[in-house]
């Protein structure tokens, strides 16, 4: 299902709320339309440039973000909506040498909707900041150890961030996730579930935790973004109340 379209306040705060939640070092803001993240992680949203309207931006937004990126020694990518408002920009990317990878899902829905997803199900544990009973799920075995590291450096250094987990009958955290509350957004990253425990409800238990932090907090409006291929997510998401607002490639060379 579709969600109806953003307006550019909202499209704005979304994506200054992503990357809140994954915390670049730096992020460059001056240029119109943009936010450039820099960082050498292997997290996409924390390593592209990405458009903070869906429409009218300058002609020469490719070249100048290029340059920003080898200034700092980085490569680099873009994060751009599949809309009609961004067809020059995607036609300015491929004649600079990049390709459209990784199709990816915005889906937003209430914070409503997302705890009342597992009705009668005991929440997991929250804590306002990183500890090993929630790191150590992203990484474990059956998980990308340098990709987990990442993850785990990036979201636990964001001040906006709460930090959910599930614990298995041996005391061992067999599920994870976190959300981080910035912009008005409730925004959700970060969902491990190890590979022996999938199919349980674990995963609706975090998310259920945590919309609890974010009703405690008055937060109304929550975000999240999924690559297309994971039917699994989007199956539990739409099940959460989330639709999408849009789809995104990364534009790499």
Same mark, same amino acid.
């Given at each position: 299902?579709?969600?109806?379209?953003? $307006?550019?306040? &909202?499209?704005? =705060?979304?994506? +200054? /709320?992503? *990357? $809140? #939640? !994954? #915390?670049?070092?730096?992020?460059? $803001?001056a240029l119109d339309g943009w936010l450039v993240p820099f960082d050498t992680s292997t997290i996409g949203r924390a390593t592209s440039a990405v458009p903070t309207r869906h429409h009218d931006l300058p002609d020469d937004s490719v070249g100048t973000i290029a340059a920003l990126f080898t200034a700092r020694g980085l490569?680099? &990518?873009? +994060?751009?909506? $599949?809309?009609?408002?961004?067809?020059? *920009?995607?036609?300015?990317? +491929? +004649?600079?040498?990049?390709a459209p990878k990784q199709p990816t899902l915005v889906q937003v829905g209430t914070v409503a909707a997302m705890g009342a997803l597992c009705p009668?199900?005991?929440?997991?544990?929250? =804590?306002?900041?990183? !500890?090993? #009973?929630? =790191? =150590?799920?992203?990484? &474990?075995?059956?998980f990308d150890p340098v990709d987990g590291a990442h993850r785990v450096q990036a979201l636990s250094r964001s001040p906006h961030v709460v930090y959910a987990w599930v614990a298995g009958e041996e005391g061992q955290s067999i599920a994870a996730g976190t959300a981080a509350f910035s912009q008005g957004w409730a925004s959700i990253h970060g969902m491990r579930t190890l590979p022996?425990?999938?199919?349980?409800?674990? #995963?609706?238990?975090? *998310?259920?935790?945590? /919309?609890?932090a974010a009703r405690a907090r008055g937060l109304e409006r929550v975000f999240l973004q999924v690559e297309e291929g994971n039917t699994a997510a989007l199956a539990l998401y739409r099940r959460a109340g989330f639709t999408t607002a849009w789809r995104y490639h990364y534009w790499r060379k």
């Open positions: 299902m579709q969600h109806p379209p953003l $307006d550019d306040g &909202a499209i704005a =705060s979304l994506e +200054r /709320a992503t *990357l $809140d #939640a !994954v #915390a670049p070092p730096a992020v460059h $803001d490569h680099g &990518a873009y +994060r751009v909506a $599949d809309v009609a408002g961004l067809a020059p *920009l995607q036609e300015a990317l +491929r +004649r600079h040498g990049y009668g199900m005991p929440l997991g544990q929250l =804590s306002l900041q990183p !500890v090993p #009973a929630w =790191s =150590s799920v992203y990484l &474990a075995e059956g022996a425990h999938r199919g349980k409800g674990l #995963a609706g238990r975090i *998310l259920a935790t945590l /919309a609890d």
